[in-house]
Each structure stands twice: as C-alpha cells, then as structure tokens.
C-alpha cells in the first residue's frame, strides 16, 4: 500500500486481517520516538503524530506536513505500519479536498 509524500494518514492497531496489534500501547510508544521534552521537564507528543482512538481502536494519526519537517520521521511512521502489517486510513489533504468540492 502507498501513499503520497504529503498525505495526512492514520494507523489503526489492527492487522489487515483485523487482529488486534500488540502490546497494547504500542501506539503511546511510537509518538513517544517522535516526542521531546519542553522546559518544564515534560514529555510532549509532535504536533504532527499523536495517539488517539479510530473507532474504537487504538490509533496513531499522522498529518502529512511531517513530511515537510522531517521526511524520515514521516517514512519511519509509514514503514512501521507496512512492516506490521497494520491498515492504513488514508486522508484526503486539503488540496484533494478542494478538487472534490469544485
């Protein structure tokens, strides 16, 4: 599955095959290689990729302006979910968004 360079996507901690994706905070701990520390000694999630839930499941959603900042963060996040197996909600970005509506 492929997506282009700039689109905003979601991970869903469910395979393909829809089995729920283990352990159970995987997503906390994928933001969490993407986070950093602010100067009040706290852990802050990117702007770009957080933890959520996708109906009902376990989510990561990641906007596609990543690219932009740091293009290997955003095919790290990519490459996580192919490499295991997880579905892949694609978004429509603005631009696509535009195009429909005319």
Known sequence: MTTSPHS???IVGLTS???KF?????AERLCGVLSVFGAEKRMRYSPYVGP???KGE???FVN???YEVEPMAYRFV???AQDNDLQLIHEDS????QSKSA
């Open 8 to 10: 905003s996507f979601i």
């Open 17 to 19: 095959t829809g089995k």
């Open 22 to 26: 283990r352990p159970s905070d995987w």
């Open 52 to 54: 959520r839930n996708y």
């Open 58 to 60: 376990k989510a990561v």
């Open 64 to 66: 596609g302006s990543l």
């Open 78 to 80: 990519l490459h996580f």
């Open 94 to 97: 603005p631009a696509d968004q």
